[in-house]
């Protein structure tokens, strides 16, 4: 069955980490972009970090640069998502996307994504 399964999120405290998994199955995430994107409730779903198909170098946004960190392991097939001094703006369902094919762009538009999964709750709260 080819999907992108999330797991990690949870209930964390200002201030508090989070690492966020992304396993593929059904194909192969090597040398395809992958990105992190997050929906909070009434909000659009925006692009929190990107990392090049071809290249591995990675892309943030100012509102997570410094904080988030994204990588992968080809061998394990999982893209991992750290969230570091997270603040309640950061609350939002994340999912993980990828590209149908080869990449060496990256990009913080949704359209530009052929996988999917079905996203993990990340709140974060006192």
């Known amino acids: 069955q080819v999907q992108l399964v999330e797991s990690g999120g949870g209930l964390v405290q200002p201030g508090g980490s989070l690492r966020l998994s992304c396993v593929a199955s059904?194909?192969?995430?090597?040398?395809?972009?992958i990105a992190w994107f997050r929906q909070a409730p009434g909000r659009e779903r925006e692009g929190v970090s990107c990392s090049r198909g071809l290249t591995g170098s990675t892309m943030y946004p100012d509102s997570v640069k410094g904080r988030f960190t994204i990588s992968r392991d080809n061998v394990k097939n999982t893209v991992y998502l750290q969230m570091n001094s997270l603040n309640p703006e950061d609350t939002a369902v994340y999912y993980c996307?990828?590209?149908?094919?080869?990449?060496?762009?990256?990009?913080?538009?949704?359209?530009?994504?052929?996988?999917w999964g079905q996203g993990t709750q990340v709140t974060v709260s006192s």
């Open positions: 996307a990828a590209t149908s094919g080869a990449a060496s762009w990256c990009s913080m538009e949704r359209a530009k994504y052929y996988y």
């Open positions: 059904g194909f192969t995430l090597n040398y395809k972009t």
